[in-house]
């Protein structure tokens, strides 16, 4: 007796087949390039290495942990608000001669936004040695803005921003105990993946969630144990912290909370309209998880896109948010590229890192101290443009069964479990 027709639904977990473009992209890159875009690197850290304001964020944290070593209070620096675990982190870039630290520094942190890069990459089936892996590091160093800026002023964002990427490559692997120790001693070294605790709750992995928040806990504990006077963090940091510091980070704060009072907004509109914003990517991230990818992907986007849109969303309320801050997502965004119906392969997305391009002759009102104006263009653009990433239409991809005798038959749709479309852009 034959068996009875219907349907069969495509299985997922397959690589979707690349386009010409994609395909272009994942070949090795020759020579040329690979030796264009290490130069390109090495270039960025010996120029910052011969500049007199080099490591200027990373000094404050080297002096409180020389304060720890002296016996002070490394709290006694209001400009020092990173956790008490932060202060053991720095122990021993104390302990290395300032001559090395001056070149060592650049090549650390560039070392540490390519690892970023690479995990991003590996989370979506991109061979490091491809023409997008080394093209795209290239031209990340060459004309992102902020990128020259992080790796000048050594500032430890660029933890977070290796950080996340490893977690979700160990999270897509169903690792979450793993992702969580990378996520937890992130935030112990400064706290800014503590959104990220959000994505543990939606994907309900409790036990990766306890440790990303034991791991700092922990370590801060010790830290606060070594120390004299560790309560500073709670009155005199914490609220320093939490009024968006002072007129000396002001310039520089892209938050739209401190971007729209100087454009003539009332605070408490600035507030409100800020809040709403962050209240938005949060909604638009879970309806991003509860989406699932198109048929034939893993998952990794969906992992990708939450998590930064988790990210966005609190870049718009936290005091401060600077233009580095966006290098915790960026390459997870960029590296999104290789899926195609991606953000990156919209006009829009481009349009939106426009206002932090290198060697672009802007205006001297949008310059310098008032640059801040261009960076929260750039955040918001993004956060738009990811959030509007969480809607989708659902079709369905049926491929008909037949039996012996028996002609090709398709179930109604309704019969089928809808798979969302994977040629969907931005817009």
């Known amino acids: 007796m034959g068996l009875r027709p219907g349907i069969r639904i495509a299985k997922w977990g397959r690589p979707p087949a690349p386009d010409g473009w994609t395909a272009w992209l994942t070949r090795p890159a020759p020579r040329s390039w690979r030796l264009v875009s290490l130069g390109v690197l090495l270039f960025?850290?010996?120029?910052?290495?011969?500049?007199?304001?080099?490591?200027?964020?990373?000094?404050?944290?080297?002096?409180?942990?020389?304060?720890?070593?002296?016996?002070?209070?490394?709290y006694e620096d209001k400009r020092f608000l990173y956790?008490?675990?932060?202060?053991?982190?720095?122990?021993?870039?104390?302990?290395?001669?300032?001559?090395?630290?001056?070149?060592?520094?650049?090549?650390g942190m560039t070392g540490l936004t390519a690892l970023g890069w690479w995990a991003?990459?590996?989370?979506?089936?991109?061979p490091p040695t491809s023409r997008f892996a080394v093209g795209g590091l290239g031209l990340l160093a060459l004309a992102y803005k902020p990128y020259a800026n992080l790796v000048l002023i050594g500032n430890w964002t660029v933890i977070s921003a290796a950080a996340l990427p490893v977690a979700l490559l160990l999270a897509h692997r169903r690792s979450w105990g793993a992702a969580g120790l990378v996520v937890g001693l992130a935030i112990a070294c400064k706290p800014m993946l503590v959104p990220i605790g959000l994505l543990f709750v939606l994907a309900r992995r409790w036990r990766g969630l306890a440790?990303?928040?034991?791991?700092?806990?922990?370590?801060?504990?010790?830290?606060?144990?070594?120390?004299?006077?560790?309560?500073?963090f709670f009155t005199k940091t914490l609220p320093f912290l939490l009024q968006g510091q002072d007129a000396y980070?002001?310039?520089?704060?892209?938050?739209p909370i401190a971007v729209l009072p100087r454009l003539g907004?009332?605070?408490?509109?600035?507030?409100?309209?800020?809040?709403?914003?962050?209240?938005?990517?949060?909604?638009?991230?879970?309806?991003?998880?509860?989406?699932?990818?198109?048929?034939?992907?893993?998952?990794?986007?969906?992992?990708?896109?939450?998590?930064?849109?988790?990210?966005?969303?609190?870049?718009?309320?936290?005091?401060?948010?600077?233009d580095h801050y966006l290098l915790v997502v960026l390459p997870l965004l960029l590296a999104t590229g290789a899926r195609e119906g991606?953000?990156?392969?919209?006009?829009?997305?481009w349009l939106?890192?426009?206002?932090?391009?290198?060697?672009?002759p802007w205006p001297s009102e949008l310059a310098h101290k008032r640059r801040a104006f261009r960076d929260c263009a750039t955040l918001c653009g993004l956060a738009v443009l990811l959030a509007r990433r969480a809607r989708g239409s659902g079709r369905v991809t049926l491929e008909p069964v037949t039996t012996a005798g028996s002609p090709p038959r398709t179930e109604p749709e309704c019969a089928a479990k809808p798979i969302r479309s994977a040629s969907r852009t931005a817009f």
């Open 44 to 74: 960025v850290c010996v120029s910052t290495s011969l500049r007199e304001n080099w490591g200027s964020d990373n000094a404050f944290v080297v002096k409180a942990a020389e304060a720890l070593l002296a016996g002070v209070s490394p």
């Open 83 to 107: 956790l008490p675990s932060a202060v053991l982190m720095a122990v021993p870039e104390a302990l290395v001669p300032r001559s090395v630290l001056r070149w060592s520094l650049p090549v």
């Open 120 to 126: 991003a990459l590996r989370l979506f089936g991109v």
């Open 211 to 232: 440790v990303a928040v034991a791991v700092p806990l922990g370590l801060s504990l010790v830290g606060a144990l070594v120390m004299p006077s560790p309560s500073l």
């Open 249 to 255: 980070a002001l310039p520089w704060d892209a938050s």
């Open 265 to 322: 907004v009332p605070e408490p509109v600035a507030v409100a309209l800020a809040g709403a914003g962050a209240a938005a990517g949060l909604w638009a991230a879970w309806t991003r998880w509860r989406r699932p990818d198109a048929e034939g992907e893993g998952g990794e986007l969906r992992l990708a896109e939450t998590a930064c849109m988790v990210m966005l969303a609190a870049f718009l309320v936290s005091r401060p948010s600077f």
């Open 342 to 349: 991606s953000m990156p392969r919209t006009p829009w997305f």
């Open 352 to 360: 939106a890192l426009v206002p932090q391009a290198a060697l672009v």
